[in-house]
């Protein structure tokens, strides 16, 4: 179950099934997908943060699904790839901001789904470990996007070995963005949520669009991709704001 809740223009979205460790069941990815599509349609939510109820983030595979994983057939496991893909793939692609708080641990696709999110905030009694190497599984869509957060040396020492990293070791490998006491990592990602979604929408949408392109592209691609980028923003209705409210000095009205 996913819980959903506004704080002020920020929407909180908490994977809700706390006895099981919340984890990645196919009904549970139906549900978060149809929460973002919500999000991403409501003009007045401006980002969202993404959290585990009790005291894990996400264990990852749902153990009722795993145990059928082998005999489910070729057609059932594409289709269920093919919904993860679509979820962790609409995270990362997200055209609002996207908040990791990282409550407790985040294990297999729970970790994706956090390193998916555009930040994270982590408590430092949390671990996180993408583990499926431990059970003969493959990290394949978590991979798409480990490597690109935190380089190809990084990405296979954590598929490879399948641990789990302390708070501390996933900053240092530039997994998360800060790390705060358990009691704070909401209220952290809340207010980090707020600090970014006052900047322009539409330079904020723009501006990660570019960050997911840019990676795959050569340097003269790349620039004039951004230069394009730089003509185009300048047509918008929220520079003109930003910039009366600049001369005016008053704060913007996005």
Not at 129 to 143: C, D, H, N, P, Q
Request: charge should be negative; glycine fraction near 8%; aromatic fraction near 6%.
């Amino acid at each position: 179950m996913i819980l959903s809740t506004d704080h002020q223009n920020i929407r909180l979205l908490t994977l809700a099934d706390p006895q099981r460790r919340n984890p990645l069941s196919p009904a549970l990815v139906q549900e978060l997908l149809a929460a973002l599509e919500s999000a991403a349609q409501d003009p007045a939510i401006r980002a969202v943060v993404l959290t585990g109820a009790g005291p894990a983030f996400s264990a990852g595979a749902d153990l009722e699904f795993l145990k059928n994983v082998t005999t489910a057939g070729a057609e059932a496991n594409y289709a269920h790839s093919q919904e993860l893909m679509r979820l962790f793939h609409r995270v990362y692609t997200f055209p609002k901001p996207t908040i990791a708080a990282i409550n407790g641990p985040a294990v297999a696709g729970g970790a994706g789904l956090a390193t998916a999110c555009d930040l994270a905030i982590m408590s430092e009694q949390a671990q996180l470990g993408y583990t499926e190497v431990k059970i003969g599984f493959v990290a394949a869509l978590v991979g798409v996007i480990l490597v690109r957060n935190v380089g190809e040396k990084h990405a296979k020492e954590l598929l490879l070995s399948g641990k789990l990293i302390p708070a501390q070791e996933a900053y240092r490998m530039g997994l998360v963005n800060r790390v705060v006491p358990p009691e704070q990592v909401l209220d952290e990602a809340l207010a980090l949520a707020q600090e970014v979604s006052a900047n322009a929408p539409t330079s904020l949408k723009l501006t990660k669009e570019l960050l997911h392109a840019l990676p795959g592209m050569g340097l003269e691609d790349g620039f004039r991709l951004a230069a394009i980028a730089n003509a185009w923003v300048r047509e918008t209705g929220d520079l003109a704001e930003g910039i009366a409210a600049f001369f005016e000095k008053r704060p913007p009205r996005f």
